[in-house]
């Protein structure tokens, strides 16, 4: 297959401008300009569009399974694709826990038979996530999976939390940290401040979350494992990972588009769309958070995509669940927002949602070098459209941004190769057969 004449940006290779992409089974081939099409060679052209990568979101809740009533891996991996990212990282926090090797074969082999995006399966840190007996790290890495997270909780003793960094270091694991004290947020339902006093609800303070990060890092100091701090929301955190970074650290961060775009704010009229953990902090946060992404600090912005059934968010706001279903919007969200506002470019988006990732991960994913796996994203830079979650693949239509103009919406989706978006439509089984 050849794709011509589309705006290729690829940090990776140093390319931004139009440039044609060969693909040779799933694997990119050849990349350059005015590449001659071969005879029997598939063709598309691409003129007017932009091509870069496909994403890779660290940070997704499937539920799959025990909890396929909010989102499955077949709604999930479809409502990945939708939104540009052809991998993913599964949290472990399902119904049985992913904590051994069978549980996390179940995620990779249901994922390569249903097709979709590639669905990599994160295991807990702690069995069962409970918190005091870690898991056989050793063993789940030889299986494939390349990070550790009790994601939903914080591994609050610091003895378990050292032993499984000891035990992890020399299989190069990621550690992905939830960083929340619970007992200081306590009964806390959103940022605490003045809008929880005003809604007469408890807050949980910025202190629950920056406590953890600088406790982390400095586990991550004394055993020399790599740290990820998992959808940091603070100022004060990002200056402790900015410091961790400038000791040269093997610290990470992400940080989501609803801490990036949303605010405390957000919650008045007891909104539960915008109820979150971390929840949602002020406009000061938001600002250090976008400037923790133009100067590096910031590694990778993940969607945390938290889907619902619509009886947990269509209730009061302090028995409402945390999370918001956001992977099909992430990508426009962060173009509109960020790159329309000349705050990042694209190739600054493509390494955040893409290359780092892939890094981390120890993937030969996000670029489009040859001889890499040919994953791409194909988008219209300047079409606009309102998002409608009642349009969403995914089954979690709890989606705070409805109505929303935004531009950068995926138009076609390569996963190895193989077209499984095209013109925004997920391409059904029996067309692909």
């Given amino acids: 297959m050849l794709l011509r004449n589309g705006h290729l940006v690829d940090p990776g290779q140093a390319i931004d401008g139009v440039t044609d992409i060969r ?23 691409l003129a007017g569009l932009y091509v870069i990568p496909g994403l890779i979101d660290l940070h997704v809740h499937l539920r799959d399974p025990g909890h396929e009533d909010s989102e499955d891996l077949e709604s999930g991996s479809r409502a990945a694709i939708a939104g540009g990212f052809t991998t993913v990282v599964a949290m472990p926090n399902t119904d049985p826990v992913i904590d051994n090797v069978p549980m996390a074969t179940y995620i990779q082999e249901k994922s390569r038979r ?14 069962g996530e409970m918190g005091k007996e870690i898991t056989e790290i050793g063993m789940l890495k030889e299986a494939g999976v390349p990070a550790f997270t009790d994601d939903g909780k914080t591994v609050m003793d610091a003895g378990v939390l050292r032993n499984a960094m000891d ?31 005003e809604l007469g609800l408890f807050g949980a303070p910025k202190e629950a979350e920056e406590i953890i990060i600088m406790r982390d890092i400095m586990l991550a100091e004394l055993t020399g494992a790599r740290l990820h701090i ?5 100022a004060r955190g990002l200056d402790m990972v ?3 970074k400038a000791k040269g650290l093997p610290v990470s961060c992400e940080v989501t588009p609803h801490h990036l775009f949303l605010t405390e704010e957000t ?5 539960t769309l915008a109820k979150v953990a971390p929840p949602l902090r002020t406009a000061e946060d938001n600002a250090a958070l976008i400037d923790g992404l133009r100067d590096g600090t910031v590694d990778c912005i993940a969607t945390d995509h938290a889907p619902h059934a619509a009886e947990f968010k269509d209730c009061e706001f302090v028995r409402a669940r945390f999370g918001i279903s956001s992977i099909e919007v992430a990508f426009p969200l962060a173009w509109t927002r960020l790159v329309g506002s000349g705050q990042l470019t694209l190739s600054d988006l493509v390494r955040l949602m893409s290359a780092r990732p892939a890094q981390l991960l120890g993937l030969e994913r996000g670029s489009l070098i040859p001889g890499y796996l040919a994953d791409i994203l194909v988008f219209d830079p300047t ?27 995926p138009v076609h989706v390569l996963r190895a190769g193989k077209a499984i978006l095209q013109d925004g439509k997920i391409i059904e089984r029996s067309e692909t057969v």
């Fill in 23 to 45: 693909i040779e089974g799933d694997h990119i081939a050849e990349v350059g300009p005015d590449l001659p099409v071969k005879p029997g060679e598939e063709m598309m052209d």
């Fill in 114 to 127: 249903l097709g979709y995006a590639d669905v990599i399966p994160s295991a807990a840190i702690t069995k």
């Fill in 167 to 197: 035990y992890g270091v020399p299989f190069d694991v990621l550690f992905m940290e939830h960083c929340e004290d619970p007992y200081l947020r306590d009964r806390g339902v959103m940022n605490e401040g003045q809008v929880a006093t």
């Fill in 230 to 234: 998992q959808h940091l929301s603070t």
């Fill in 242 to 244: 900015r410091a961790a």
């Fill in 267 to 271: 919650v008045r009229g007891y909104n």
């Fill in 383 to 409: 079409t606009e459209r309102a998002v409608d979650p009642s349009t969403f693949y995914s089954k979690g239509k709890n989606c705070p941004y409805t109505g929303e103009q935004l531009s950068g919406w």
